[in-house]
Nanobody, 126 residues
């Protein structure tokens, strides 16, 4: 079992950069596949990015590929989501998720992840 806590959200200007952090505790962090999801106002939660336990293999939603980078530091028990050139449509609550066993084909699915953080608000506005 792992507990997740997101941080790093806030108000960011368009074109700015941001790095979100997801701190894990309670279990060996390197046993968990990690992912980021987001929920924009009035929309359902959508997949953003995923990273496997070892931190080498990553997957991105088409909507963010090329702008976003997911990474992890298992020694620090933390996963990250960072990107540049923030857009107003990036405004959303961002959630960190984890699960010990995720099939590669299901890494984009909410149902694949058992553990979730509380979310952190990102607002992109002038």
């Amino acid at each position: 079992q792992v507990q997740l806590l997101e941080s790093g959200g806030g108000l960011v200007q368009p074109g700015g950069s941001l790095r979100l952090s997801c701190a894990g505790s309670g279990d060996a962090f390197n046993n968990y596949n990690m992912a980021w999801f987001r929920r924009a106002p009035g929309k359902e939660r959508e997949f953003v990015a995923a990273i496997r336990r070892g931190g080498v293999m990553t997957t991105y939603a088409d909507s963010v590929k090329g702008r976003f980078t997911i990474s992890r530091d298992n020694a620090k028990k933390t996963a990250y989501l960072q990107w540049n050139s923030l857009r107003p449509e990036d405004t959303a609550v961002y959630f960190c998720a984890a699960d010990r066993t995720v099939r590669l084909q299901l890494s984009r699915a909410e149902a694949a992840y058992t553990y979730w953080g509380q979310g952190t608000q990102v607002t992109v506005s002038s």
